[in-house]
Each structure stands twice: as structure tokens, then as C-alpha cells.
């Protein structure tokens, strides 16, 4: 059967061209990028030139880029490193937004469970964005860190995290703020980071056509932040362990394929226009976010009175990947978080699905994948 993949927010698949080049890089430079010996040192410049493009991306410095597991490592890092600070009479107060990612979510939650932090939950407006009134009322001196979603992996909906690093700093100079970036990168023009006020950003390699399994953070210099992994040193003593460098060598070729190809997701907008221009023709569909308040590549959807089962079913037996969100441990759909926190009530926030396009993907696909919703909807008429 030949897969439509439309689940690129999940994860972007790589091409065997990418794959090769990653393959013809590394295969003469299989050290260990620690090693003082040639094929070290030749693994270790593979390493510092990925390091290099990823910080162009940015507008940073390389030194300001430490290579991780992945995003969730990132994230996880800077959430505990934050806590672990020196807070003396403060209790400290942890903000982050009901869209958070889970690995926001739940390592804060596991934060406050122990005692280390309160950690308070910004809601979301209607058109998917943190409420900025109620997010900057609550930076006082106790606030110790911000944790925010840039662009949202399921709307698309991106937050404008530089004006709300500049407000929050001006509340409280010293708070720490950490953006969750995973899904921006090669979507959003993100070359002014590196001069904001913004402390730390988590990235994912698998987000945009790389390996699985390597991401990195990038801090700011000056701040400080104390390793989550200690061992060998690696990462100028920030990140022990020995790099993933087939990974950070994926990594570095595809964050340079995304600066210098702006428009590499050129087809994955059409075909996400031409996919939502079928949905508004259907009485049935509702969209939750319009396309123009997105990046343009994702569309999360339900379709009113139809139970989300029955278009899973239908798109699994076409051969169509798509996002089915949550369940719980039983398997039983749960509401979503984000479109709950966003005013869209628990049926529609049960039974939404979201279809996101990368690279790859073409009008006739999304034309495909519209006729099976139709049929869907057809079929319980
Ligand atoms: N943050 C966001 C917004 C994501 O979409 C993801 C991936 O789903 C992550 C973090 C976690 O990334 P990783 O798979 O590299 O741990």
C-alpha cells in the first residue's frame, strides 16, 4: 500500500538523498569527537560546523548551542536547572501555558509534586495564542522562570514570544525565559533570537527531515544553567555524554537546507490550502484555527456529530497517517488540553484530528485525503 504521510508535526521524514549525505560525511570520520586523533578531531569539526548552522539559523553564536537527545531533553534540562537555582527566601513560581507540550507539562508538574516550585498555568485565547494580560500579571520578584510554546505543534498558532520576553524582563530582570521552538524552526523567521531577551530555546532535528533522536538548546551566553547529565565533560561540561554525531550532522545539513530554502514547505502550504478549501465546502467540518493565524501547514479539525473513530478508521484503511492526538490508558479519546484552553467545547476538543504537511506532500494528496473525509461524512448521512 502506498502511504499518504500527514503527520509531519509528529515527525518529518527523512530522504534517502539526506540519509546519503549524512552516510558520505561521517564515513570517513568515525571518531569519537572527544579523541585528540585524527578521525577525532575530523568527527568533532563535523560536529562544530552543524553547530554553526544551526546558530545561523538564529542569528547566535555556535558556542551558544549544546547538542541534546532531543527536544524533550532540552526542555526537561531547563525546567529542572531553573528550579535547582538558589532561591533563598522565594518560593518559587513557575509559569508556563495551558498549550504546553508534554514535555513541558509534565516535568513541571513533577517539580511542584516534589516542592520545588508552584507552577502556574496561563490560559489560552480563543485564537490559540497564551493570554499575554494574564501571563505578564503574574511576573513578580517569586517568578523565577517562563516556559512558552512558540509555534503549537497541533494549531500551528505561534506566540510572540520577543515582545513577552521584553514585558516579562521588565517586571522581573532576572526571570529565566525558555521557549519551546521545536516546531518553528524553518517555519518562522527566527534569525532575531539570538539578540532578544529570550535566555533559552529547545530544537528537534526530526521536526525538519533529520535523524530521530538528536535536538539541542540554545542558551544564551552569559547565563548560566547547571547540566542536567554530568560524565565526560562534553558540551563545554553542559551536556556529558558522547555526541550523536550522524544525528548532529543530520541536524546541521537540514537546519541549512531550511535557511537557505525559505520556501521548502512551499508545498506542503498548498496542499494544506487546497485540504482546507475541501473542509469549508462540507457542512459538517470545523476547522479551529484559520489557516492565516498559523504557520500554514497544519490543519486540526473535527467534524460535527461524527465520532472521531469513524474518520481514523477511514483514513487508516486508505493508508493515511495522520495525528489522532490523545488517549488515555484505556484507549478512550480524551479532550485536548490546548483546544479545551482555547474556549472549544469537550465534544469537538474529543474528536479532532489533525493533518499536518511537509516537504513531500502535493495537492493530489490533500485532494485524496478530502474525498475520504467526504465519504466519511456520506457515509453516516
Ligand atoms: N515540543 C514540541 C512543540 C514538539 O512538537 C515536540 C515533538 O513532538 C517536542 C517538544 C519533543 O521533541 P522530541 O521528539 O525531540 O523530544
Redesign the pocket.
Known amino acids: 500500500m502506498d502511504f499518504i504521510y500527514a503527520d509531519v508535526?509528529?515527525t518529518h521524514p527523512c530522504s534517502k538523498e539526506h540519509l546519503m549525505q549524512v552516510w558520505d560525511m561521517l564515513q570517513p570520520n568515525q571518531g569519537n569527537p572527544s579523541s585528540i586523533h585524527p578521525l577525532g578531531r575530523r568527527a568533532r569539526l563535523l560536529v562544530e560546523r552543524s553547530r554553526r548552522s544551526i546558530a545561523e539559523c538564529i542569528g547566535a553564536q555556535a558556542r551558544e548551542i549544546f547538542f541534546t537527545s532531543?527536544?524533550?531533553?532540552s526542555?526537561n534540562w531547563v525546567l529542572q536547572a531553573v528550579c535547582a537555582r538558589p532561591f533563598f527566601e522565594k518560593r518559587p513560581k513557575l509559569l508556563i501555558s495551558a498549550g504546553e507540550?508534554s514535555?513541558i507539562r509534565v516535568p513541571a508538574a513533577a517539580l511542584e509534586k516534589k516542592g520545588l516550585c508552584e507552577v502556574v498555568s496561563i490560559g489560552l485565547q480563543r485564537n490559540g495564542q497564551v493570554d499575554e494580560e494574564a501571563l505578564l500579571a503574574q511576573v513578580d520578584q517569586n517568578c523565577v522562570g517562563i516556559f512558552l510554546?512558540h509555534t503549537h505543534?497541533e494549531t500551528g498558532v505561534v506566540n510572540d514570544v520577543e515582545s513577552l520576553a521584553i514585558e516579562a524582563k521588565k517586571r522581573n530582570p532576572d526571570v529565566w525565559f525558555h521557549i519551546?521552538a521545536?516546531?518553528s524552526l524553518g517555519k518562522v523567521e527566527l534569525r532575531s533570537l539570538g539578540g532578544s531577551f529570550i535566555d533559552s530555546v529547545?530544537f528537534?532535528a526530526?521536526?525538519i527531515g533529520g535523524l530521530q533522536g538528536v535536538?539541542c538548546l540554545y542558551k544564551k551566553e552569559g547565563r548560566m544553567l547547571s547540566p542536567l547529565l554530568l560524565g565526560g565533560g562534553q558540551e563545554r561540561a553542559l551536556r556529558s555524554g558522547t555526541q550523536n554525531v550522524a544525528g548532529i550532522v543530520s541536524f546541521g545539513l537540514r537546519a541549512a537546507h531550511v535557511l537557505h530554502h525559505p520556501d521548502w514547505l512551499g508545498s506542503a502550504k498548498l496542499a494544506t490550502q487546497r485540504f482546507q478549501r475541501r473542509l469549508q465546502k462540507m457542512p459538517h467540518a470545523r476547522i479551529h484555527v484559520s489557516l492565516t493565524e498559523t504557520v500554514g501547514t497544519v490543519t486540526f479539525f473535527c467534524l460535527e456529530g461524527i465520532p472521531r473513530e469513524r474518520l481514523l478508521v477511514a483514513f487508516e484503511q486508505a493508508g493515511i497517517c495522520v495525528s489522532a492526538g490523545s488517549a488515555c490508558g484505556s484507549g478512550t479519546p480524551v479532550p485536548n488540553p490546548t483546544l479545551l484552553a482555547m474556549g472549544i467545547d469537550a465534544w469537538a476538543a474529543t474528536h479532532s484530528v489533525r493533518v499536518s504537511f511537509g516537504e513531500a506532500n502535493r495537492e493530489a494528496e490533500a485532494d485524496r485525503m478530502a474525498d475520504i473525509v467526504e465519504k466519511a461524512v456520506f457515509a453516516v448521512k
Not at 532531543?70 to 531533553?73: F, G, P, S, V
Open positions: 508535526n509528529a532531543c527536544a524533550t531533553e526542555n507540550h514535555s510554546i505543534n519551546d521545536v516546531q529547545s528537534s526530526h521536526k535536538g
